[in-house]
T-cell receptor
Framework: GEDVEQSLFLSVREGDSSVINCTYT??????LYWYKQEPGAGLQLLTY?????DMKQDQRLTVLLNKKDKHLSLRIADTQTGDSAIYFC?????????FGKGTKLSVIP | GAVVSQHPSWVICKSGTSVKIECRSL??????MFWYRQFPKQSLMLMAT?????????EQGVEKDKFLINHASLTLSTLTVTSAHPEDSSFYIC???????????????FGEGSWLTVV
């Protein structure tokens, strides 16, 4: 099945850009997602990218997909303290998602 | 607003008792719902896929008799943790697929999760 790997921690200063990286194994994943989980809350879908796209931008969020290397990244511009959370990437070959372990983003004021 | 609702948000139960968690799709009919469990500091783990009107499909390693899943209607799936033990304490999250939507990014909605503590 799908295996999704992420770095576990990232710490950035407020106002800087954050880049969260993810690698996946299943090349048949049609869609790749980024979710945000704030403490004690459920997952919130942030953005997604279709596998035939290289990049997708949505306000402060930029998703880059390198399908050859099976590498996905999420860039958050002008990171704010409210962005502190755990970010999960997930791959979907069908509608069943496989999640990475999550990257905890800490924003230093 | 929320399109998938989970209830209860948190529950404490005694060891040996059973507890039921509900997952409802609020404004669409969900033919497929998923149940996940999240261990502390770990990712979500898919427990089972629930299809309306049929038996749930459990992932390897998940005890069917312990985690009973019922999807009796198109808007409700329930997860019952039977004879709960402290090691079952976890964060349980459901998700539901909206079959009306073709854009994959908006297809799956997650509930807010249910914290289960077994004492």
């Amino acid at each position: 099945g799908e295996d999704v790997e992420q770095s576990l921690f990232l710490s950035v200063r407020e106002g800087d850009s954050s880049v969260i990286n993810c690698t996946y194994t299943d090349s048949s994943s049609t869609y790749l997602y980024w979710y945000k989980q704030e403490p004690g809350a459920g997952l919130q879908l942030l953005t997604y990218i279709f596998s035939n796209m290289d990049m997708k931008q949505d306000q402060r969020l930029t998703v880059l997909l390198n399908k050859k290397d099976k590498h996905l990244s999420l860039r958050i511009a002008d990171t704010q303290t409210g962005d502190s959370a755990i970010y999960f990437c997930a791959g979907a070959g069908s509608y069943q998602l496989t999640f990475g372990k999550g990257t905890k983003l800490s924003v230093i004021p | 607003g929320a399109v998938v609702s989970q209830h209860p948000s948190w529950v404490i139960c005694k060891s040996g008792t059973s507890v039921k968690i509900e997952c409802r799709s609020l404004d669409f009919q969900a033919t497929t719902m998923f149940w996940y469990r999240q261990f502390p500091k770990q990712s979500l783990m898919l427990m089972a896929t629930s299809n309306e009107g049929s038996k749930a499909t459990y992932e390897q390693g998940v005890e069917k008799d312990k985690f009973l899943i019922n999807h009796a209607s198109l808007t409700l799936s329930t997860l019952t943790v039977t004879s709960a033990h402290p090691e079952d304490s976890s964060f349980y999250i459901c998700s539901a697929r909206d079959p009306r939507i073709t854009q994959a990014g908006n297809t799956i909605y997650f509930g807010e999760g249910s914290w289960l503590t077994v004492v």
